[in-house]
């Protein structure tokens, strides 16, 4: 008995010996206080749903080929979720830049959209660069988009050769007002993703004469 009465008490030996109503009081006490703390804690913390980042996106439908100016594209709000990697956030960045495909109005305009070395790459491989061709018959043009493989292909007196297979489509424009000289016709400009040499036999073939291309 002297054993026990020494012994000091635990702090939950005074809590079991509370009547019931008044461990529940206090119990309730703790949670608000708890709650209280929680609620000044989320107050103070900034809404996920508030967060937003820079996302620049078309203005309107544009068509392949656009360069884009302050009319054809805007910066809104998105989500940082919801943005893409790699979307451009400043008018600036696009001025003057040509669209490789076509574009819905809202869609994000990253650096893949426009026509250029880092397109170039990720079609073609480290190195790749973008040669532009018009097959000699611009119907074939009409059968091509970003993405396609072609081989390109020239004429010449021991017959057809392959001057680059399995090239990949970066974009297909259409024809500037006046281009080619006086050819009524010119058709869309392919532009296509090759390795350094194959690309300088293109453009060299190119200016020596006409080069299509056949689809893979």
């Given at each position: ?57 078309a203005a309107r439908d544009l ?50 959209r426009l026509v250029g070395s880092?397109?170039?790459?990720v079609t073609g491989g480290p ?90």
């Amino acid at each position: 008995m002297a054993e026990q009465t020494q012994r000091a008490d635990r702090p939950w030996d005074r809590w079991l010996r509370r009547p019931s109503w008044s461990r529940v009081l206090l119990a309730r006490r703790v949670l608000a206080a708890a709650l209280a703390v929680a609620a000044v804690v989320v107050a103070l913390l900034p809404a996920a749903g508030d967060e937003r980042v820079p996302v620049l996106v078309a203005a309107r439908d544009l068509a392949p080929g656009t360069a884009l100016g302050p009319a054809d594209v805007v910066v809104a709000a998105w989500p940082p979720a919801l943005a893409p990697a790699g979307a451009l956030t400043a008018p600036a960045a696009v001025a003057g830049r040509l669209l490789a495909g076509p574009a819905t109005a809202g869609e994000p305009i990253g650096e893949l959209r426009l026509v250029g070395s880092a397109l170039a790459v990720v079609t073609g491989g480290p190195g790749a660069s973008a040669v532009p061709l018009r097959p000699a018959d611009p119907a074939v043009a009409a059968l091509l988009s970003p993405g396609s493989r072609v081989d390109v292909v020239a004429g010449g007196p021991d017959g057809a050769r392959v001057l680059a297979a399995r090239a990949g489509v970066v974009a297909v424009l259409p024809p500037a007002p006046g281009a080619a000289g006086a050819r009524a016709d010119p058709g869309p400009l392919v532009l296509v993703a090759l390795p350094e040499a194959e690309a300088t036999a293109v453009a060299a073939a190119t200016l020596a004469g006409e080069v299509t291309v056949t689809l893979r």
